[in-house]
């Protein structure tokens, strides 16, 4: 969903680099990168939103993603219906579309603290077929997961994926034991703090495109690497892979 301004200007830059020989220092001016990013996906079967807003930061710098709070943040449809995002997270806003459909269309719009608006154009939803596969590949660097897809009708030509791994690994040691008041005791089996899980999401922007194809067939896209060296694959690992449809605007961009 591309974002007009109403107020202001709105630019995202994304470096991406797959490996490098020496430091590049992009001629960017520092003092002025404070940019307005907005990320937002509507589920179009539930019409649970989720919104994400944001400042960009320098290249080179450290600090967390400076988080947009206390916004105002709806769906509005050209029907004239509008649905409120809450702010559930700092910075992120969710919310129910009732009863989505492909005979409207809807846009998003946000008005910050300073009273900045933005809208984006009014478009249509795009259903977004089954993902076909997932399968893997081991190599001596490590296993590979790609996705494999199609849409059946042949309109659909645009595609983006997210990903959350899960995966379990052990502490260093195992405490077997624990104070209670000052006498040390046993601990239970249901309180070990031995065995551990972590759940971590996909940070890379993954897109593929079938727009040059006669088929919209996408065949073995790799959406995540584990190194060997990593302790992801130790004991058990699991992988959950959503498929987005895009627009081509919105693939563009």
Not at 18 to 38: G, H, N, Q, S, T
Not at 139 to 156: A, L, R, Y
């Amino acid at each position: 969903m591309k974002v007009r301004k109403l107020h202001g200007v709105f630019f995202l830059l994304t470096l991406v680099a797959a490996a490098c020989i020496e430091p590049y220092d992009p001629p960017l001016d520092d003092k002025d990168v404070r940019f307005f990013v907005v990320d937002g996906y509507m589920d179009a079967q539930t019409g649970e939103t989720t919104v994400s807003l944001s400042r960009s930061l320098p290249v080179q710098s450290d600090d967390a993603i400076p988080r947009v709070s206390r916004a105002i943040v709806r769906i509005e449809d050209d029907k004239g219906a509008s649905y409120p995002l809450t702010e559930t997270e700092f910075g992120i806003y969710r919310g129910i579309v009732s009863s989505p459909g492909t005979e409207n269309t809807y846009r998003l719009f946000i008005q910050t603290q300073d009273m900045s608006e933005y809208a984006s154009d009014f478009v249509e939803i795009v259903e977004t077929p089954p993902i076909d596969s997932i399968t893997w590949s081991a190599t001596s660097e490590g296993v590979e997961f790609s996705v494999t897809t199609h849409d059946p009708t042949n309109t659909i030509k645009h595609f983006r994926w997210k990903y959350e791994e899960t995966y379990q690994y052990n502490s260093v040691y195992n405490s077997i034991l624990k104070f209670v008041g000052n006498d040390v005791a046993y601990r239970p089996p249901n309180e070990s703090l031995y065995t551990c899980w972590r759940t971590v999401g996909s940070s890379n922007i993954i897109v593929g495109s079938a727009k040059d194809l006669n088929e919209a067939i996408i065949s073995k896209v790799p959406v995540a690497f584990v190194p060997i060296s990593s302790l992801n694959l130790s004991i058990k690992y699991s992988l959950l892979v959503q498929q987005h449809a895009l627009s081509e605007d919105a693939y563009d961009y």
